[in-house]
Nanobody
């Protein structure tokens, strides 16, 4: 089992920045990739970004590319999401995810067995 705890959400004005953190514990030694998804009210959960644990390869959704950056700290079992130039449409609950499986970086919800509780990000226009 893997436990994930997100932090860093909050209220920010459009154009501002936030940094989300995710602390992983448990069977983290078998991590293949970690990622971030988000879910806005009335919408389906969508992929934001992911990173492989060993090589640090990354993938981003088109709608955050160039604005968001995912990183990890293997020694601390942490993954981060730096969010810049935030827009009102970035408002959502952001979830940290982990998977021990894969050969390519997963980008769909059903490829991640472990999820955090989420942290709210609200961008005011």
């Amino acid at each position: 089992q893997v436990q994930l705890v997100e932090s860093g959400g909050g209220l920010v004005q459009a154009g501002g920045s936030l940094r989300l953190s995710c602390a992983a514990s448990g069977r983290t030694f078998s991590t293949y990739a970690m990622g971030w998804f988000r879910q806005a009210p009335g919408k389906e959960r969508e992929f934001v970004a992911a990173i492989t644990w060993s090589s640090g390869s990354t993938v981003y959704a088109d709608y955050v590319k160039g604005r968001f950056s995912i990183s990890r700290d293997n020694a601390k079992n942490m993954v981060y999401l730096q969010m810049n130039i935030l827009k009102s449409e970035d408002t959502a609950v952001y979830y940290c995810t982990q998977t021990p499986y894969g050969r390519t970086i997963p980008t769909s919800t059903n490829e991640y067995p472990y999820w955090g509780q989420g942290t709210q990000v609200t961008v005011s226009s």
